[in-house]
């Protein structure tokens, strides 16, 4: 069974009913409205991030739902991030924070997770400069405020 | 470009889950928003610990963000003093004029007033949350301070207290009061208590036992995980698991060996462990046994004398097929022969009743996980009862052999002494000790034989591991259909469709590559297997041996890790086979293997780098290969 998802830009997408229903936003929505056919209008999200979130839930249509307690098994704990999810994630940085957000809508937790992994190794290791370098973020603090935050927060330089 | 800027701060929080505290700390000079989150983030979760570099900073820092603390784990150690007065007031806002001397704090326990510092309970106003989360860890510390802190903070959701053996003097122990700690901390989830230096109060267990049988039902506490000694209830006296009842809605129980009087209780009582959680706690999903602990999963019960007539009928038929002129006299004793014949009968017959379900009564019924460590004790009856009740089932650890002394096994219910005694105390097996074993239905430890039952009746296990006992060719085989069809078949295993997670070890000489062909087979049938562990298993990985077994079902599509092949490796195989398993199995991305130098004429050669270098192995889709030198 296939639905029709809308992106903002007013594009539909055909996709399969089982890829559709990784996204629990959707799922829901498909149990409230029954057996209609109508599609699915998700206003925040644009087509191509729509595109990229389709293809990684086509990828991963058929890992068991996580739930919670069951991930309990050490392997499955690790930070590393699979090869092709990694391939994936590789965007300009500005598909990465909408490929984020857009998994936050439409609350799709492990593209999620691996979006918000994939932000955390690139601020690993880096010093603000280069943070806000990489990110291209104004620094919009006085050199006193950014004194006294270090003073007080030097401790965890060593932890 | 701003796109941070778009970011909902939850996101960016999230984002911060993996940071370590020196990268939060960086984030916080990045920007304000950034600043904010991250700040919550890195003082939500503090770490007392005086003999930190830095420490006195951390407690600053701290003392002007109460506000964001959720969790505190306080590590104690010698320098004490300091600590004392910064701890009330990080916690407490309790700055008092004269420094505080911990000795003055009275020991609350028996009069259970409260402590001083009960009053300040919000010290930093209504719109602040409480604190959730409490961890102390230490030894030197002064226990009436320890628990003036600790019994102040009743809106505890997560409690954890540690008394490692720090090599103090042993006197100073930890009193426990279990009741105490399930009545200040009504919101209490998670309760953990480990370590040597703790013991548990005994006489207020007696009273408490008495107040139980009187008072009606009991409010159930809403603690869902527990971690605790197994001393708790094994030494002679009343049973102090009392507070147990209240533990109605306990999920999760871990279960340690450490505590240091252990080996000293002279008188075990293991099924009381088994059998308190049995009867109070039926919501439990999970058991995890660590180190050495008796705990008895299934009750045996007493035949009564009525049904053991079958029994001795069983035992006289036995002998009058020897016997020819003798009389029959349940007294005299057995040769070896029959009596090791007779014994296989009465445990074919208990394998029967197991399997029925007659003799269990139900238990644990909704148990997923159960592991066992070290020195486990699970038992045949065990074994096969949980594969026919647990339906449930997902996760089973079974890493270590089951203990085979015979100390253990002898251990009778405590009703029955006479019968124990005369079991236990004679040596030479009469037949009415075995007909009195039967009676009392003495548990023994499990074998391949019951672990293949096992396997046959429990469908929905997850995750196995199996690493404690090694399946020879023979205990795979399904007898049945290879005695009608001559050829050996293996016996399927119920949880062919589930399973996701194997570490076996298979041992299947190498004489016979019919053999190996048919268990790499079997391997195949796991339609959902992701991860793959033969690490000590002899079963060989090559064609000739049928390993192309593997792909007999769906396995092609799931796999994604073999954390070990079993070893022998020949050079020319070991590439091969490595491209092979990447071009057949998509998801594959760890292949673990041994490592054997060759010896190629007459000298040993280090193929493993050449193997390494090859342009097609570093290519393929595999990307994490390990070697393990033998």
Request: glycine fraction near 4%; charge should be negative.
């Amino acid at each position: 069974m296939t639905v029709i998802l809308v992106s903002s830009d007013n594009q539909d997408f055909k996709v399969d009913k089982e890829v559709a229903e990784r996204s629990i936003l959707i799922k829901n929505m498909l149990e409230d409205v029954g057996e209609s056919d109508s599609p699915i209008p998700l206003p925040n999200v644009t087509a191509a991030v729509l595109t990229k979130v389709i293809e990684y839930c086509e990828h991963h249509r058929n890992d068991p739902i996580q739930v919670p307690e069951e991930t309990d098994d050490p392997r499955k704990r690790s930070n590393d991030i699979e090869e092709w999810d990694m391939k994936f994630m590789q965007v300009d940085q500005e598909m990465l924070f909408e490929i984020i957000l857009a998994a936050n809508y439409l609350d799709i937790k492990p593209l999620l997770d691996v979006g918000c992994k994939t932000v955390a190794n690139i601020i690993k290791g880096k010093t603000p400069e280069e943070i806000r370098k990489a990110f291209n973020i104004v620094n919009d603090f006085t050199p006193e405020e950014e004194a006294q935050i270090k003073k007080e927060n030097e401790w965890a330089e060593d932890r | 470009m701003s796109a941070p800027r778009l970011i909902p701060a939850e996101v960016i929080a999230l984002i911060f889950t993996t940071l370590a505290p020196k990268d939060l700390y960086r984030c916080m000079l990045v920007s304000r928003l950034w600043h904010e989150v991250a700040e919550a983030r890195l003082y939500s979760n503090v770490t007392l610990n005086s003999s930190f570099q830095s420490h006195d900073l951390l407690v600053q820092a701290v003392k002007t963000r109460k506000c964001l603390l959720r969790r505190v784990e306080w590590i104690s150690n010698n320098d004490h003093r300091v600590l004392t007065a910064d701890l009330l007031d990080i916690l407490f806002d309790y700055r008092p004029d004269e420094p505080i001397d911990p000795f003055r704090f009275s020991n609350d326990n028996e009069t259970k007033t409260t402590s001083p510092l009960a009053q300040l309970v919000f010290p930093h106003g209504p719109d602040c949350p409480a604190l959730m989360h409490f961890s102390f860890s230490g030894g030197n510390e002064r226990w009436q301070f320890l628990d003036s802190v600790l019994y102040s903070l009743t809106t505890l959701t997560t409690l954890n207290l540690a008394f490692p053996d720090d090599g103090g003097a042993i006197e100073r122990l930890y009193l426990v009061d279990m009741e105490r700690i399930l009545t200040t901390f009504p919101r209490l989830k998670e309760l953990s208590i480990v370590g040597w230096r703790h013991f548990y109060p005994r006489k207020a267990a007696v009273a408490l036992e008495g107040r139980d049988e009187t008072t009606g039902p009991r409010v159930q506490h809403c603690l869902e995980s527990f971690t605790f000694d197994a001393a708790l209830g094994c030494s002679q006296e009343p049973p102090q698991f009392g507070f147990f009842r209240r533990l109605g809605n306990l999920k999760k129980v871990t279960i340690m060996s450490e505590y240091f009087d252990y080996e000293n209780s002279c008188s075990r009582r293991p099924w009381a462990l088994g059998r308190t959680l049995r009867q109070y706690c039926p919501k439990l999903e999970s058991i995890d046994v660590k180190g050495s602990v008796e705990f008895w999963l299934f009750d045996l019960p007493i035949l009564p004398s009525d049904q053991i007539r079958h029994i001795t009928a069983l035992v006289e038929e036995t002998l009058s097929t020897n016997q020819s002129d003798f009389s029959v006299d349940l007294e005299q004793e057995m040769t070896g022969e029959d009596e090791a014949r007779l014994i296989k009968q009465l445990q074919e017959q208990e394998v029967g009743e197991l399997l029925k379900g007659r003799t269990a009564e139900p238990f644990f019924p909704q148990l997923k996980t159960l592991l066992l460590g070290k020195d486990h004790w699970l038992s045949a009856q065990d074994l096969l009862s949980l594969g026919v009740q647990a339906q449930f089932l997902t996760r089973l650890e079974v890493r270590f052999p089951v203990v085979q002394s015979s100390r253990p096994w002898d251990v009778y219910e405590r009703r029955a002494p006479a019968a124990a005694m005369r079991a236990t105390h004679s040596s030479i097996p009469t037949i009415d000790t075995l007909v009195e074993n039967r009676r009392l239905q003495k548990r023994r430890p499990f074998t391949t034989r019951d672990l293949k039952l096992f396997l046959q009746l429990c469908s929905s296990l997850r995750f196995l591991s199996l690493t404690g006992c090694s399946f020879s060719f023979e205990d795979l085989i399904d007898t049945s259909t290879t005695a009608t069809t001559g050829t050996p078949v293996i016996q399927r295993w119920a949880c062919e469709e589930t399973l996701e997670t194997l570490d076996v070890i298979f041992n299947i000489p190498a004489t016979n590559p019919e053999a190996h062909r048919l268990v790499w087979k079997h391997l195949g049938r796991f339609s959902r297997l992701r991860s793959l562990t033969l690490s000590q298993s002899v079963l060989i990985p090559s064609f000739q041996y049928g390993v192309d077994g593997l792909l007999e079902g769906q396995m092609g599509k799931s796999l994604e890790e073999i954390r070990q092949l079993p070893e022998w490796w020949k050079e020319q195989d070991r590439r091969q086979l490595m491209l092979w398993f990447a071009r057949n199995f998509a998801r594959l991305r760890i292949l673990g293997m041994k490592h054997i130098d060759d010896v190629v004429d007459g000298q040993r050669r280090d193929t493993l780098s050449e193997f390494l270098d090859d342009e097609e192995v570093k290519q393929c889709s595999i990307r994490h290969v390990f070697i393990e030198d033998k």
